[in-house]
């Protein structure tokens, strides 16, 4: 009888310490990337080369723009290198997902799909609009789209939006470079994309004779990414501090002006939100 | 179809997270089969064009005309050199546009639309490459055939057509039948020019729905049933065309 009380009591203690350690071994396991950035020194971002002004390529071939200046913040607030990776649309959850990316800053709308696969960083730290690029003239509302060819990128989630509540025969294409040279050639009546990147266009000069002359539709606040397994690790949680410290800071609001970006409500009223009233310390 | 099948893929997802939204969601269904029709069509009419082009231009190739022997050496050179991908951008973005066109009201519907400058892009990639098979096939007639087509009063074309040809042939079916497959799988880069092909159709469905490797394996499970089925016919044409004792 004793014996047995005995291996009880030892079974429970085995049971616990495994379960103890397993339980330490999974935090490890969640914080092993942001342990891996550390030591080699180096951050890797993956973020976009084609879409202006929030990642592209200056004239010297270099990685520019918004969110690589959000990137270089991170690396500087860390304390680390910075090492940019040219993500697309289509394959960026996956470079993160694999590894080949620690953090992902590359125009993403979060989405409760991709929240299941990627670490998507709460507060959003920008947020845009679907429209289109049309010439000037050629669509006066979204009605005027049904049956037309619309150009498009391939892996934008609104295409299958505008197809299925305006009937528009969306053509999609591999880069936006494509896509806008066919809206030049007049193979479709209107490049449908997000507001945003069409203001920048717009304001760039290289359109004169097109305008935007829809109402934008869909707000879809944009959300910056860890692996899935850090999100609630120190990598996740710091994010989130420096995403909140952009807007509170009005570090963001500062960078659209500096790229020339349209300012938007979002940012203001996200600063004001977060904002920290110092008051009861005069 | 759809009804029977959407059942069992919508309770696969839920109990098993593998994700085959082609078969349970209606709007992607109907995509999935619209790029069905659309890659079968690319195909057929790329290997059939492709076929034809190899046909008429390993005839031209043995002209006795210096100058259309120049401009197939020049077609070739420039088909064989360059890749395929680029030269479907090539004809889509330039030469499409110096096709005619209508003006519809803020677009022009085109004489040639991205699907038509696939099938001649691919067609003329393919044919290339035919128009060397055949001539290998062709060469491997032997000059006593030709002649006594020639004394019997057969006209270049005619003894082509006849003699030539229906023998070049058969010597040229395993090297035909290898560039064939290769042409199959080559359609799929016709999503550059935005052809709603498989491959295009399926980027899009992950891209919407963020199930990569779901939509992978129904790539590969359709690219790998299509060629096993062009292979099939063509071993079978082999066989029907074997004419006992030779090659």
Avoid at chain 2, 14 to 26: A, P, R, S
Avoid at chain 2, 187 to 208: C, F, G, K, R
Wanted: charged share 20%; hydrophobic share 45%; with cysteine.
């Amino acid at each position: 009888m004793r014996h047995r009380v005995l291996a009880g009591v030892v079974a429970a203690v085995a049971a616990v310490a495994i379960a103890v350690t397993s339980a330490q071994a999974g935090e490890k396991q969640a914080n092993k990337r942001f342990k891996q950035m550390l030591e080699r020194g180096k951050v890797v971002v993956g973020v976009k080369a084609d879409y202006k002004p929030w990642g592209f390529r200056d004239p010297s071939g270099k990685l520019v723009g918004m969110e690589i200046d959000l990137a270089q913040d991170v690396a500087d607030t860390l304390g680390v290198d910075l090492e940019l990776v040219p993500v697309q649309s289509s394959n960026r959850m996956q470079f993160l997902q694999q590894g080949k990316i620690d953090l992902m800053i590359a125009t993403m709308s979060d989405r409760s799909d991709r929240r299941k696969v990627v670490g998507i960083v709460d507060p959003n730290y920008y947020t845009s609009g679907t429209n289109v690029l049309a010439r000037k003239g050629a669509v006066k509302s979204w009605e005027d789209l049904r049956g037309k060819p619309v150009c498009g990128k391939q892996g934008a989630f609104y295409n299958k939006i505008v197809a299925q509540r305006y009937g528009a025969k969306i053509i999609a294409f591999v880069g936006n470079a494509e896509a806008k040279q066919a809206l030049r050639d007049g193979k479709c009546i209107a490049w449908v994309y997000d507001d945003s990147s069409i203001m920048s266009d717009l304001s760039s000069g290289d359109w004169d004779g097109y305008e935007m002359p829809l109402p934008s539709e869909d707000d879809n606040p944009w959300g910056l990414a860890v692996p899935l397994e850090e999100l609630n690790g120190i990598w996740g949680r710091f994010m989130s501090g420096m995403v909140y410290y952009w807007h509170a800071s009005g570090r963001l609001i500062e960078l659209e002006k500096k790229w020339g970006i349209q300012p938007t409500d979002y940012l203001k009223r996200m600063n004001k939100k977060f904002a920290y009233e110092h008051g009861h310390l005069k | 179809m759809f009804d029977l099948i959407s059942d069992f893929f919508r309770t696969l997802y839920e109990e098993t997270g593998w994700n085959f939204v082609i078969f349970y969601e209606e709007y992607e269904w109907s995509r999935f089969v619209d790029a069905i029709w659309v890659s079968l069509k690319l195909i057929a009419a790329s290997l059939i064009f492709s076929v034809l082009v190899g046909v008429i231009g390993a005839w031209a190739q043995g002209s006795p005309m210096r100058w259309l022997r120049l401009v197939m050496a020049g077609y070739i050179q420039f088909f064989r050199n360059t890749p395929p991908y680029v030269q479907l951008l090539f004809f889509y973005f330039v030469v499409g546009n110096l096709t005619p066109k209508v003006d519809m009201g803020g677009y022009y519907e085109p004489l040639i639309d991205s699907f038509g400058w696939a099938v001649i892009s691919l067609s003329f990639f393919a044919g290339a490459f035919n128009v060397e098979i055949f001539r290998a096939g062709i060469e491997a007639v032997p000059t006593a055939t030709r002649e006594a087509a020639e004394s019997l009063g057969y006209t270049r074309l005619k003894a082509y057509l006849y003699i030539i040809l229906p023998l070049a042939f058969r010597v040229s079916l395993p090297a035909l039948n290898n560039n064939l497959v290769n042409l199959v799988k080559t359609t799929t880069q016709a999503y550059a020019i935005a052809v709603p092909e498989m491959l295009y159709t399926l980027n899009q469905v992950w891209s919407d729905n963020v199930n990569v490797e779901e939509m992978m394996i129904v790539l590969f499970i359709y690219y790998v049933g299509l060629v096993a089925i062009l292979v099939w016919g063509m071993h079978r044409w082999e066989k029907a065309m074997r004419v006992p004792g030779y090659g």
